[in-house]
């Protein structure tokens, strides 16, 4: 069992384990099945997220809502044609995260990594980087459980909940649990994995939540797309031997206070930041109806307090 990066990392000093041998482990204990069974639900787990990561990419899938839908394929699109500015693989996972929002926001079938809202950015990343370095499937089932392990950490340390935490705490758990992922599949230490789930966290925090019209579709997937980025630069900065000055787990701390200190306005109640702007009120009336927003929450928070 373990409750922290710390505890981790001094149950694996001195072996030649994993993070995901660790996790594999403590699951093998708690759950009393076998290896052969947790590699299984890996792989069911995987399916779901391959499909969702491609089934956007090649045809044009529309929300419930009529908000979004279209970004996944013209990203493929663009992808395809060879011009883009960034390199590659950071537009290849940007498309791959956009294609499980739009099937998502579509009532499709996602794995919420570790929440819907931000189940983009681990497939994204990790999908897009085991195929360019032709990594062999089972190591790309078993960076799966090192992101699980991850995100465990900072589920049992701080939130996962943008209604609790802010998109910091949804977005910047799924960047970390990826950048660990891929740093430990290409062969990087237990330390450097924590360093780049560090550095992917700090890199957006104080983030808001502030979905349109309360749904998550904008700007949940604009924000997946660039968790792409966030996770693949984190982990080139730790492979690269830069290390986080903090250590991770202060790091998810930090978060959490942060989460804690922002406005319930801006934690998933869409009563701030994009969701009301007046393009956004327009979406949100479009969708609901007039009268249903004219009956909606006001904001006014001190004199209510209901919701924080």
């Given at each position: ?12 000093k001195?072996?030649?384990?994993r ?7 403590n ?14 639900m890996l792989?069911?787990r995987?399916?779901i997220m ?13 929300s419930?809502?009529?908000l979004?839908?279209?970004s ?30 739009e ?6 079938l996602?794995v ?9 950015i ?7 980087v ?5 990594v062999?499937?089972?190591k790309?089932?078993?960076a ?13 340390k701080?939130?996962?909940?943008g ?6 705490a ?16 290409l ?34 997937a604009?924000?997946n ?26 790091v ?13 306005t ?6 701030g930041?994009?969701?009301?702007t007046p393009t956004a ?20 928070c ?7």
């Amino acid at each position: 069992m373990y409750f922290s990066a710390q505890e981790m990392l001094a149950q694996l000093k001195g072996t030649d384990k994993r993070i995901c041998d660790l996790v594999i482990d403590n699951e093998i204990e708690i759950s009393e099945i076998s290896r052969e069974e947790i590699i299984s639900m890996l792989e069911e787990r995987y399916q779901i997220m391959y499909h969702s990561s491609h089934d956007a990419l090649e045809k044009e899938i529309t929300s419930l809502s009529g908000l979004t839908g279209g970004s996944a394929s013209k990203m493929w699109n663009y992808y395809q044609k060879g011009s883009m500015i960034c390199d590659a693989t950071v537009i290849r996972g940007a498309a791959y995260a956009l294609s499980c929002l739009e099937v998502n926001a579509s009532m499709g079938l996602i794995v919420a990594a570790p929440t819907a809202g931000a189940c983009g950015i681990l497939p994204g990343s990790l999908f897009t980087v085991a195929e360019k370095y032709d990594v062999p499937h089972e190591k790309v089932l078993e960076a799966l459980a090192t992101a699980s392990g991850v995100g465990q950490i900072i589920v049992k340390k701080a939130t996962i909940s943008g209604a609790e935490g802010g998109c910091q705490a949804e977005c910047g758990a799924a960047a970390s649990m990826a950048a660990a992922a891929i740093v430990e599949m290409l062969g990087g230490t237990p330390e450097q994995a924590f360093d780049a789930a560090a550095i992917a966290m700090q890199n957006i925090m104080g983030l808001v939540c502030d979905p349109v019209a309360g749904l998550v579709e904008m700007p949940c997937a604009k924000r997946n797309a660039s968790g792409v980025a966030n996770s693949l630069i984190s982990a080139d900065l730790a492979l690269s031997g830069i290390f986080s000055e903090v250590p991770f787990d202060e790091v998810v701390e930090a978060m959490y206070k942060v989460g804690k200190a922002l406005p319930s306005t801006l934690r998933e109640t869409a009563l701030g930041g994009l969701a009301t702007t007046p393009t956004a009120l327009a979406m949100r009336d479009k969708i609901y109806g007039t009268q249903a927003s004219s009956s909606a929450c006001s904001g006014d928070c001190a004199s209510c307090g209901g919701c924080q």
